[in-house]
């Protein structure tokens, strides 16, 4: 984990509330990996708490944040201009599992939860064949997915009111995949609204899939400091932005897998 003040090369709106700020670093880039975050620091002083932003992507030394301006806080973010410094600290918390070669996964991205999708996908794409499905309420909420790079992947995408690609959901398309798809699916990885990654981890336990969830909780320090990210698991009380914020699904959420000879599993 580092503390450092990076240079903004780039901040815009994508869309609606959706930002992308790109800023240079010299330590952090090096050190991140898929699935991890960073708390970045306002300059009103009085906002004494860091956001927590999830890492989008690395490029070299350029580190890319896709966030939400909801809060005082983020809303300040999307007023910072290009050759403006801010403090960040990370990266911080466990990110997912990418040493694997020659799997079928399944990579999912719902609203927000496109925000560690980019840099997920870079990392397993040479090695593995990628489908991935990304969902949100409208063509606002995917458009961040036309700056990702595809090639050599399977695209489904689905918005709540039929905007981009199928209307419907990102489980409604699992679901459909796992009915046709020929090769059996090695892992899903997936970040977005709890009950979507909930539908998705339960598929995913129904059809005996490895499954990964990128969970988000408020938080305070995002350094295990404090009890504000604590979440109960099947392996006791864990603090996502240490433990986490990726977590096997199976370890945090309960399926009772239909046996077809009568009972559960």
Avoid: W
């Amino acid at each position: 984990m580092f503390l450092e003040d990076v240079k903004v090369i780039e901040n815009i709106q994508i869309a609606d509330n959706y930002y992308l700020m790109r800023v240079e670093g010299i330590k952090t880039p090096q050190h991140s990996k898929p699935g991890q975050f960073f708390m970045l620091q306002c300059k009103d002083s009085s906002k004494v708490l860091r956001r927590p932003i999830s890492l989008h992507n690395v490029d070299g030394n350029i580190l890319e944040f896709y966030y939400e301006a909801l809060g005082k806080g983020t809303k300040e973010f999307t007023r910072l201009s290009t050759d403006e410094t801010i403090n960040i600290q990370g990266p911080l918390g466990n990110g997912y599992d990418i040493d694997l070669k020659g799997k079928n996964i399944v990579v999912i991205g719902g609203g927000m939860g496109m925000a560690p999708i980019k840099y997920l996908i870079k990392g397993l794409k040479d090695n593995n064949n990628i489908t991935f499905i990304g969902g949100g309420r409208n063509a606002g909420a995917v458009k961040i997915i036309e700056k990702f790079n595809f090639e050599n992947i399977e695209l489904k995408v689905a918005t709540d009111d039929g905007s981009v690609g199928l209307k419907g959901n990102t489980v409604d398309i699992l679901k459909e995949l796992l009915k046709n798809k020929d090769e059996n699916i090695d892992i899903i990885y997936t970040c977005g609204p709890h009950p979507m990654m909930e539908a998705v981890a339960k598929v995913a336990q129904e059809n005996n899939i490895r499954c990964q969830v990128s969970l988000e909780e408020r938080m305070a320090c995002g350094i295990k400091a404090c009890v504000g990210c604590s979440i109960l698991t099947k392996k006791g009380m864990k603090k996502v932005c240490y433990d986490g914020p990726v977590f096997e699904s199976i370890d945090i959420v309960d399926v009772d897998v239909i046996d077809p000879n009568g009972g559960c599993k």
